[in-house]
C-alpha cells in the first residue's frame, strides 16, 4: 500500500489476496499477514460455528434450494458463502443438504451456519484492512 | 445441547470476532469481546423471561 498526497490509500495485490484468501479459507487471511495468533483463533471460532451448526441439523442454502426456499434462498445461500471453500465442499459433497425440520435444533443450526458466513465476510474485510494498514 | 448453552456458544463466537476485528489493542479487546458477551447473554436472558409472560398458548 502507499499513500498518496491527498491521503487516498492505494490497494495492492496482497491486500486482495490477503482478502480473498481469508474468504476462502477462514484465518488463513490473517496468517498470510503474520497475525498468526488471531488467524488459528477466529479460524477456529468460524469453523466450531460452521460444524456445531451441522451437527444441530442445520442446512446448507444455495441454488439447490430455490424451489423450497424462494427468494430467501439466495440470502441464505449468500450468508453460507460466507465460509468460503467448506460452504462449497459441502455442497459437492453433498453435507448439509437435507432439511431437517423434525429435529428441535435445525433452526438453531441453520443461524449458526449463516452466521459463520456472516462473520467470515467480516474477517476478510479485516484482513484486508489490515494489509492496507488501515488496522494493526 | 440444551437451548441455553447454545445461545452462550453462540454468544461467545460472535463475541471473540467483534472483539479482535473491533478495537485495536489487546486490552481493549478482551474488554469489548465481554461486554458484547455480557450483553448478548443478559438481553437473551431478558427476553426469555418477557416471553415467558406472554400467554402464547
Known amino acids: 500500500m502507499a499513500e498518496t498526497e491527498a491521503g487516498a490509500v492505494q490497494v495492492g495485490g496482497m491486500a486482495w489476496l490477503a482478502g480473498l484468501l481469508a474468504w476462502l479459507v477462514p484465518g488463513v487471511g490473517h496468517l498470510l499477514l503474520g497475525r498468526v495468533g488471531r488467524g488459528l483463533l477466529l479460524a477456529g471460532v468460524v469453523y466450531g460455528l460452521y460444524f456445531v451448526g451441522l451437527l444441530l441439523g442445520g442446512h446448507l442454502y444455495g441454488l439447490h434450494n430455490v424451489d423450497e426456499a424462494g427468494l430467501l434462498a439466495y440470502v441464505f445461500g449468500f450468508c453460507d458463502l460466507g465460509t468460503g471453500l467448506v460452504y ?45 494498514r488501515r488496522k494493526i | 445441547m440444551n437451548h441455553f448453552l447454545l445461545m452462550v456458544v453462540f454468544a461467545f463466537a460472535v463475541s471473540v470476532v467483534f ?18 458477551f455480557a450483553e448478548f447473554v443478559g438481553i437473551g436472558l431478558a427476553l426469555g423471561w418477557l416471553l415467558y409472560w406472554l400467554p402464547l398458548r
Open chain 1, 88 to 132: 462449497l465442499v459441502s455442497l459437492w459433497g453433498n453435507i448439509g443438504i437435507v432439511e431437517q425440520a423434525s429435529r428441535a435444533t435445525a433452526e438453531y443450526g441453520n443461524v449458526f451456519l449463516m452466521v459463520a458466513g456472516l462473520l467470515n465476510y467480516l474477517l476478510a474485510l479485516d484482513a484486508f484492512d489490515i494489509a492496507v
Open chain 2, 19 to 36: 472483539g479482535v476485528t473491533g478495537r485495536e489493542t489487546t486490552r481493549a479487546r478482551i474488554f469489548y469481546g465481554l461486554k458484547v
